[in-house]
């Protein structure tokens, strides 16, 4: 049955759905918002941003005025992301810093091929499974010392940037560095959601001197300066990473943790290396979508697009209950595969070729009921991933070079450990390792988490056609999926695929060891109709109301027929696409 808000708690936008629902339940046109276009779909916020020499989206508007800048100044598109993930540390502490990981799929104009960075960070040497089991941890806690991890995104800056930078890193972070220390003024939605982020961090050593104003969030438009941050940033600009892993910035991490119950030591943090891998992809109607292998869970969007591929989603149309049901279920199908399957490599032979292969949706579909809304699907609590916040970013130079870039602390603004003096916080990657044993994602020393953030890609003949990547969490695969036939299934443009109404569905089995056993939940956004979610309802699924589960989209297209760029950053985020 359908969620209904109680009193306690009631915004104006759950006011606003439950209003809508009432009038579409009698058959009544719903109250909408002045928003006629003369052009493209009704929910569509505006239009795509088309240029000719350049292109960047990202989800902070002075972020992707720096990235445009860094090109105009003859950087490339991966300078700009650099400069722009820098900045957005700075500008949006809710969703990233140099604290948390990174991932990117680069394409290189120059050999015509898609490169793939990890830059994930490993569990402390010095803590193991057995100590979490011996001092009464049934999981690994959310916030404090004990999920972090060693942070990879410095790490990652500087692979990027030796493999395929143009300017001197100094001139990269410049930047970032002036804003950190003449501020800037705070944005909407990240004012929300610092805001919301300060009572499960408070208690942490640093953070109410580093990321508050005498206890409180900065608000919306209020100036906000971090001349810490700043400091940080000039020593890594100066002197590269090893001052952040193998020197002051390491030992000033190391001495903290250690003082305040931590295990991550300075040995964690000089060992520390990113990965060069290969993208794996599937094809998708003459696409071929790419994700990066585990850690991370982008090749469930590829098993979803697999499940999909037979199936005429055309012709079912956008948003009707047969194309949302089949989504739905392919969503729930390939996310037990992720909960027992996706780890770190390294520590486990995980069989992603035979995955992601179409034989195996074949028979993995065969599960699927078009009528009826399956319970559980063979093979790993509630979402344990809903609340977690990421900034995505993507650009594209006049070379041809695109980036598709995703950086997170995990759980928005992380553990709430806060170094003295440095201006960052450090991620809690950690609390994704599950305690059981035996399981692929079980915790062990010196072993990468299983990671939710995924940047992606799609070309067409070879050639690069579409750099985006959704935020969100355990949102984010099933994100990609809507993204990637809202372009090809229902022929949206690259703006439009952002702004269509999203679902979203959680309690999936997942890779912390919880299962799904009633079916799991379905977040509908508004502007699905009330006949199809009432179908919905009868095949089974449960429906509910909510308030921002839907991931934040940025993405960049490329139309060769007109050599020019496509941009699109949608509205629920602060983002801008931006170009030249």
Request: glycine content about 10%; proline content about 6%; hydrophobic content about 35%.
């Amino acid at each position: 049955m359908l969620h209904k808000p109680t009193l306690s708690g009631f915004t104006p936008r759950k006011l606003t759905f439950c209003i809508t629902l009432a009038f579409l339940s009698l058959g009544l046109p719903a109250p909408s918002q002045a928003a006629d276009r003369v052009t493209g779909n009704p929910f569509v916020t505006r239009s795509e941003v088309i240029a000719t020499e350049a292109m960047v989206a990202s989800s902070q508007p002075l972020a992707s005025q720096i990235g445009l800048n860094i090109l105009k100044k003859g950087g490339n598109a991966i300078d700009a992301a650099i400069a722009m993930n820098a900045a957005l540390g700075l500008m949006e502490p809710t969703g990233n810093g140099m604290g948390g990981d990174l991932f990117a799929i680069v394409w290189d104009a120059k050999s015509q091929n898609l490169y793939g960075l990890n830059a994930s960070g490993r569990s402390p040497l010095g803590l193991t499974r057995e100590w979490f089991i011996e001092n009464g941890h049934k999981k690994i806690p959310a916030y404090g010392p004990l999920p972090v991890s060693v942070p990879g995104a410095v790490d990652g800056w500087f692979e990027l940037h030796q493999r395929f930078g143009s300017l001197p890193m100094a001139d990269i972070l410049k930047p970032a560095i002036n804003y950190a220390r003449k501020g800037f003024p705070v944005s909407e939605l990240i004012a929300y959601y610092w805001n919301l982020s300060i009572p499960a961090r408070k208690q942490y050593p640093g953070f109410l001197e580093q990321y508050t104003i005498d206890g409180r969030a900065p608000k919306t438009g209020e100036i906000w300066k971090n001349p810490n941050l700043a400091n940080t940033l000039e020593k890594i600009a100066t002197s590269g990473r090893d001052v952040f892993y193998k020197d002051e910035i390491a030992h000033t991490i190391a001495d903290y943790m250690q003082a305040n119950g931590g295990f991550l030591s300075y040995e964690d943090l000089s060992l520390h290396s990113s990965e060069w891998i290969t993208p794996v992809s599937t094809s998708y109607r003459g696409y071929d979508v790419w994700e990066l292998p585990p850690n991370g869970q982008g090749i469930a969007a590829l098993q979803i697009l697999n499940i999909l591929e037979p199936h005429d989603l055309k012709k079912m149309g956008f948003g009707s209950a047969d194309s949302l049901h089949l989504m739905l279920e392919a969503k729930k199908i390939a996310y037990e595969d992720r909960a027992k399957f996706y780890a770190d490599p390294a520590f486990n032979k995980i069989p992603v070729e035979m995955l992601i292969s179409k034989y195996y949706a074949e028979k993995k579909a065969s599960l699927l009921d078009m009528k009826k809304a399956a319970k559980s699907y063979p093979s790993g609590d509630p979402e344990v991933l809903r609340d977690g916040d990421t900034i995505y970013l993507t650009t594209a130079d006049k070379d041809g070079n695109m980036v598709s870039l995703i950086q997170s602390n995990y759980r928005g603004m992380g553990s709430g450990m806060t170094p003295p003096g440095l201006g960052f916080i450090l991620q809690d990657r950690g609390e994704l390792f599950t305690l059981e044993e035996g399981h692929f994602n079980s915790f062990e020393a010196g072993k990468r988490p299983f990671h939710t953030i995924i940047p992606a890609f799609i070309t067409r003949d070879g050639k690069p056609w579409v750099s985006f990547g959704l935020m969100g969490g355990g949102m984010q695969p099933q994100g990609h999926v809507q993204i990637v036939t809202n372009l090809i299934d229902f022929g949206m443009n690259l703006q439009e695929a952002g702004d269509a109404p999203r679902w979203h569905h959680y309690g999936s089995s997942q890779p912390d060891g919880g299962v799904m056993k009633d079916g799991g939940t379905v977040n509908l956004e508004t502007g699905f109709d009330y006949k199809v979610i009432r179908e919905l309802m009868r095949r089974g699924h449960k429906i509910e109301y909510a308030n921002g589960p839907y991931g934040g989209y940025q993405a960049i297209l490329k139309d060769p027929a007109n050599d020019v760029y496509y941009g699109a950053s949608e509205s629920r985020k602060d983002g801008q696409a931006a170009g030249y």
